[in-house]
Nanobody, 121 residues
Framework: QVQLVESGGGSVQAGGSLRLSCAAS????????MGWFRQAPGEEREFVAF????????YYVDSVKGRFTISRDNAKNSVYLQMNSLKPEDTAVYYC??????????????WGQGTQVTVSS
């Protein structure tokens, strides 16, 4: 059974930073694509960021480019999302995802339970 466990969510004022972590267990994720999605209240879940298995390729939704950075540590089976210059519109539940491929969009296989990020103005 594959498990993805997110941590690092919380409340922050606009302009602040948070770093989300996602620890994967159940198998080696050294060559598995991973990413982050988010879902705001009343909205559909949306893609945020993607990183391929060796960390050599990353993709971001336009709204976070230049502010968010996805990275990974394969020795720790973990992926991270550094979020800077946070805006109230970044408020959402953030989900870690793994598996699948990126081709114009990202369709992962495995999902975490989510962690809440709240940005106040």
């Amino acid at each position: 059974q594959v498990q993805l466990v997110e941590s690092g969510g919380g409340s922050v004022q606009a302009g602040g930073s948070l770093r989300l972590s996602c620890a994967a267990s159940g198998r080696s994720f050294s060559h598995v694509n991973m990413g982050w999605f988010r879902q705001a209240p009343g909205e559909e879940r949306e893609f945020v960021a993607f990183i391929n298995g060796n960390g050599g390729s990353t993709y971001y939704v336009d709204s976070v480019k230049g502010r968010f950075t996805i990275s990974r540590d394969n020795a720790k089976n973990s992926v991270y999302l550094q979020m800077n210059s946070l805006k109230p519109e970044d408020t959402a539940v953030y989900y870690c995802a793994a598996g699948g491929y990126y081709s114009q969009n990202y369709n992962p296989v495995f999902w975490g339970q989510g962690t809440q990020v709240t940005v106040s103005s």
